[in-house]
């Protein structure tokens, strides 16, 4: 008797024992009928596939390397992707090269997703408009673009941990005073909360803006809720 996981593995090719690169002679997917389907990532491009077997593991081959994962995405260069770290490697035991056989490993991924670059994502608030200003009567909306974070650590310096920047860096969108405390939503999740500016100026600010990153708070977020 065997466990499979629902999905049709396709044969490794072992001419050569060449690792495999690409799909050959093959069809464009239809969209959405691959959500199983993992992209293993090093610095943010495609390295590996790998397919999700539980909502917290990825299998994989055990020469594959990344730093994160994408799931159920088909253009990785769109927005809307869900981004997990890689928490644990498990290659299987003594695995010691592709030639040899026993290429397989499990990655443990984190529960909760980070936010790729340049994501598209909004902010909202009842702040200034402009610096120096005055708070608004209606509440006001603007999409802004999440920011690789060593972009961010160079230009601001002392960065602390724990947190994300979009917008105000590269374009005049973002948020000002008065807006402290608002969302950022991605996807129609909270991934921030407004922070900081710099200088508190918000007349097409050099620098990006910085959001709380809510996943770093979530334990204490549940354990705040479950004692109260």
Not at 15 to 38: C, D, F, Q, V
Not at 58 to 75: I, K, Q, S, Y
Request: charged residues 20%.
């Amino acid at each position: 008797m065997y466990t499979t996981y629902k999905l049709v593995c396709a044969s490794p090719l072992l001419a050569n024992r060449a690792l495999g690169s690409e799909i050959i002679n093959g069809n464009e997917a239809p969209e959405n009928t691959l959500l199983y389907m993992a992209s293993l990532q090093v610095n943010g491009s495609h390295n590996c596939g790998g397919f999700l077997i539980r909502k917290d593991f990825v299998m994989t081959a055990a020469h594959c390397d990344g730093d994160r994962v994408v799931l159920g995405t088909h253009n990785l260069h769109k927005s809307g992707k869900t981004v997990r770290h890689i928490v644990k490697r498990y290659r299987y035991p003594g695995y010691d090269g592709v030639g040899n056989g026993k290429d397989i490993m499990l990655l443990k991924v984190s529960k909760y997703s980070f936010n790729p670059d340049n994501e598209q994502c909004r902010v909202a608030g009842w702040g200034y408009t402009r610096t120096g200003g005055w708070t608004e009567d209606n509440l006001r909306v603007v999409d802004v673009s999440i920011i690789n974070p060593q972009v961010c650590k160079k230009e601001w310096d002392g960065l602390p941990a724990n947190v994300i920047c979009a917008g105000g860096y590269g374009t005049n969108k973002g948020f000002c005073q008065g807006d402290s405390g608002g969302p950022l939503v991605c996807n129609g999740i909270a991934v921030g909360v407004v922070s900081f500016n710099k200088y508190r100026n918000c007349n097409y600010p050099d620098v990006p803006n910085v959001y709380t990153d809510i996943s770093k708070y979530l334990t204490w977020i549940k354990q705040t809720l479950n004692k109260n």
